[in-house]
């Protein structure tokens, strides 16, 4: 941009214009044409001066509207950009001179010779503005223009409606711009003032300055514009809309050829110049711009949870329509957390457990993973795309897997055995060795049986006809040690802990984890689990991956729980951090507790549930698999030091549906559990990006916890 010092400091012709044009302002307003509707005869020219001279000499630099940018968290990857107007500014010396010299014969061909305002044209346009109302002249130089648009776009911005607009301009308004543009000559070169005006100016449906336009119509950028190309986009600011060359080609070519001539009167182009480009065809090429999540690519669950987190947050506005006024025009850069490496290995994954592209029996797959000690999302990936309507190319869903229903999700799925890690936890936390000998034969309790419940009227809850339930495999009703049992998922072992817990304590473990309920809100948060049901110790409440992966982060922090953490940083359309997002920690469990269940868990890898997922970090990495009954939906979560993941494959439209003997990928399988899809989507995610975050071997707990008192 041409230097804002680069101003007038001599008197010339233009000085002598624009004092003209004063004097002829002022002597409207003393004859009354332009007195304010509330002055009385009497004052009418003493207080229309005095209103005159009240009028603002200054204005917001424009242009105001700017399209908000989500970047990835490297600071460069964009994902997504959500606009009202197309626009990217560019510098003047970016802009082919063909189309600089093609708007200033159009528009205003004295342009660099008078001030803001041309005396002659406004007299001209007053005169008959009074005597024929119904057929009105604009008379606006380009400065005038420049005015204009930036205050249309300033209402509009401000949800108000455009007074300055086209017939509904009035006198005030003639009046208020002729004196900003006389204000904003003195203070700005004719080079600025025509590049802010080239920026600005709509050249059809939401393209908004000639950068935007030129990539729009042909797919270069404002630098390349050919004569033909210039003309036809200098004709369109008359009437945007009419003269679209992809709406109404043969008039945007009649109206072309007519900038065509004035550049050949003005000699800006020669006659053979002339003649070519009036023999030239439109020559278009759209490249169409689309705004928002659907333009982002494998991140576009990802970018809708952004847009989720924007319309919560008070940072971006004090209401949502502000909010979302503001995503679409207030020029936010949001950096985000997401990792394209990682977000790239998590689409590949699901898309290998079940392609979008090919998926008959509409199986879902959905894996996130996020950062324990900060809570930072590095990849949110599912096996569809974005949107309500299928395109017949790839498995579509409005809905994000990974997260609740408040954040564009779901209820979320019963997370099945990946629930047991909440009841070992409480197990640790009650003073209970992890190496406990118990008894894992029964599989039924009668309903005189007392569960403790000590936050309970009574201290204990009974369950009416008893409780009965079953293994997933047969073999494992014996004696044998908790460890043994959590690893290997066995429901009589998970029941014989539980009868010695209070019930109300793996409520508070759960809670303090964050295991809510997919359709909780931050006012309404539910755990996850219900005291009255004991079936819910095995995973029956709706939860979320990305609740599961948050709580599990907790255990590889030692203890510590992170909250979800989508943006690291939000600047203004100049570039000035106005929200700088810190991790939200806080201790959730005891230290010795959580190095307790990560001695239990990296067990599952080695020669548990998952003992094939392991990904060659047996001291350093641990996971446990959930299956719901009927293998309605599959779990795998897992983490080390530096990553925690949870994979899920399941139903969401038919969350009763088994996925046995369903083709996945192809293949058909009699049974299906939480190792089978989701635990080798899990192990293929980190095999690929585990080693790139901290990997160091987990603690081990105290002699206590590792004891057989319970």
């Known amino acids: 941009m041409a230097s804002s010092k680069n101003v007038r400091t001599r008197r010339t012709p233009g000085d002598f214009i624009q004092f003209i044009a004063l004097s002829i302002i002022a002597g409207f307003l003393t004859a009354g044409i332009l007195i304010p509707p509330t002055v009385g005869v009497g004052v009418a020219a003493t207080s229309s001066i005095n209103w005159f001279k009240g009028l603002p000499e200054d204005m917001s630099d424009g242009p105001l509207s700017q399209p908000s940018t989500i970047l990835a968290s490297d600071g460069k990857t964009e994902l997504a950009s959500f606009y009202s107007q197309n626009r990217t500014s560019v510098p003047l010396s970016d802009m082919?001179?063909?189309?600089?010299?093609?708007?200033?014969?159009?528009?205003?061909?004295?342009?660099?010779?008078?001030?803001?305002?041309?005396?002659?044209?406004?007299?001209?346009?007053?005169?008959?503005?009074f005597l024929r109302p119904g057929n009105r002249q604009g008379a606006s130089t380009l400065t005038q223009q420049y005015v204009n648009n930036l205050l249309i776009d300033q209402a509009e911005v401000n949800g108000e409606e455009a007074s300055t607009l086209g017939a509904n301009k009035g006198y005030m308004d003639k009046v208020k711009e002729i004196k900003l543009a006389i204000s904003m000559e003195q203070n700005k070169s004719k080079d600025e003032i025509l590049e802010g005006y080239l920026n600005i100016v709509n050249l059809g449906g939401s393209n908004y300055g000639v950068e935007a336009a030129s990539q729009y119509y042909w797919g270069i950028p404002a630098s390349k514009l050919n004569v033909q190309q210039s003309a036809l986009l200098a004709g369109m600011v008359q009437s945007p809309n009419q003269y679209r060359p992809d709406v109404n080609p043969e008039l945007a070519k009649e109206r072309r050829n007519v900038v065509l001539g004035t550049m050949?009167?003005?000699?800006?182009?020669?006659?053979?110049?002339?003649?070519?480009?009036?023999?030239?065809?439109?020559?278009?090429?759209?490249?169409?711009?689309d705004s928002g999540c659907s333009t982002a690519g494998n991140a576009d669950y990802f970018c809708n949870y952004i847009?989720?987190?924007?319309?919560?947050?008070?940072?971006?506005?004090?209401t949502k329509d502000d909010r979302l006024k503001n995503l679409y025009q207030a020029g936010y850069t949001i950096t985000t957390t997401l990792s394209t490496s990682a977000q790239k290995d998590a689409k590949d994954a699901v898309?290998?457990?079940?392609?979008?592209?090919?998926?008959?029996?509409?199986?879902?797959?959905s894996l996130v993973s996020v950062e324990p000690g900060s809570g930072k999302i590095v990849a949110m990936a599912q096996n569809s795309k974005l949107g309500d309507v299928d395109d017949g190319s790839h498995q579509v869903s409005g809905y994000n897997y990974n997260v609740g229903a408040i954040d564009g999700g779901s209820a979320g799925f019963q997370p099945g055995s990946t629930f047991k890690p909440i009841v070992l936890a409480e197990w640790i936390r009650e003073g209970k060795g992890v190496n406990?000998?118990?008894?894992?034969?029964?599989?039924?309790?009668?309903?005189?049986?007392?569960?403790?419940?000590?936050?309970?009227?009574?201290?204990?809850?009974?369950?009416?006809?008893g409780f009965r339930f079953g293994n997933a495999e047969e073999g494992y009703q014996t004696w044998n040690t908790v460890a043994y049992g959590i690893k290997n998922s066995i429901n009589s072992f998970l029941y014989s802990m539980a009868s010695k817990e209070d019930l109300c304590g793996v409520k508070k473990t759960a809670e303090d984890l964050r295991v809510y309920t997919g359709s909780?809100?931050?006012?309404?948060?539910?755990?996850?689990?219900?005291?009255?049901?004991?079936?819910?110790?095995?995973?029956?409440?709706?939860?979320?991956?990305?609740?599961?992966?948050?709580?599990?982060?907790?255990?590889?922090?030692?203890?510590?729980?992170?909250?979800?953490?989508?943006?690291?940083?939000?600047?203004?359309?100049?570039?000035?951090?106005?929200?700088?997002?810190?991790?939200?920690?806080?201790?959730?469990?005891?230290?010795?507790?959580?190095?307790?269940?990560?001695?239990?868990?990296?067990?599952?890898l080695v020669d548990g549930s998952a003992w094939r997922r392991g990904i060659d970090l047996p001291d350093a990495s641990a996971a446990k698999t959930g299956t719901t009954d009927n293998s309605t939906q599959t779990w795998t979560v897992g983490y080390t030091r530096g990553l925690s993941t949870a994979s899920w494959v399941g139903n969401l439209d038919q969350q009763k549906r088994p996925l046995n003997n369903l083709a996945i990928n192809g293949k058909t399988l009699n049974y299906v559990d939480g190792a089978t899809y989701a635990g080798g989507q899990w192990q293929q995610f980190m095999q690929s990006q585990a080693k790139k975050y901290n990997t160091k071997k987990f603690n081990m707990p105290s002699e206590k916890v590792l004891g057989t008192q319970y």
């Open 520 to 604: 909780s809100t931050p006012d309404n948060k539910k755990v996850a689990y219900k005291i009255e049901n004991v079936a819910s110790l095995i995973g029956t409440e709706q939860t979320t991956p990305l609740t599961m992966a948050s709580a599990y982060a907790t255990f590889a922090n030692e203890g510590t729980y992170c909250t979800p953490q989508a943006i690291n940083e939000v600047k203004d359309r100049r570039g000035k951090v106005i929200q700088k997002f810190k991790a939200d920690c806080s201790k959730a469990l005891d230290k010795d507790v959580a190095n307790g269940v990560n001695y239990v868990l990296k067990q599952v």
């Open 436 to 465: 406990a000998f118990i008894d894992g034969t029964s599989l039924n309790y009668p309903e005189s049986f007392r569960w403790k419940a000590s936050c309970v009227d009574g201290g204990s809850i009974y369950t009416p006809g």
């Open 351 to 365: 898309e290998s457990t079940q392609p979008s592209d090919n998926n008959p029996d509409n199986v879902n797959t």
């Open 96 to 129: 082919s001179k063909h189309m600089q010299d093609a708007i200033i014969s159009v528009e205003d061909r004295t342009f660099y010779e008078h001030g803001a305002v041309s005396p002659l044209g406004m007299f001209r346009a007053v005169i008959n503005n």
């Open 264 to 289: 050949y009167r003005d000699g800006k182009i020669t006659e053979d110049e002339y003649n070519e480009a009036v023999n030239s065809e439109l020559d278009l090429d759209l490249h169409t711009t």
């Open 307 to 318: 847009v989720a987190k924007v319309m919560q947050d008070k940072t971006f506005g004090a």
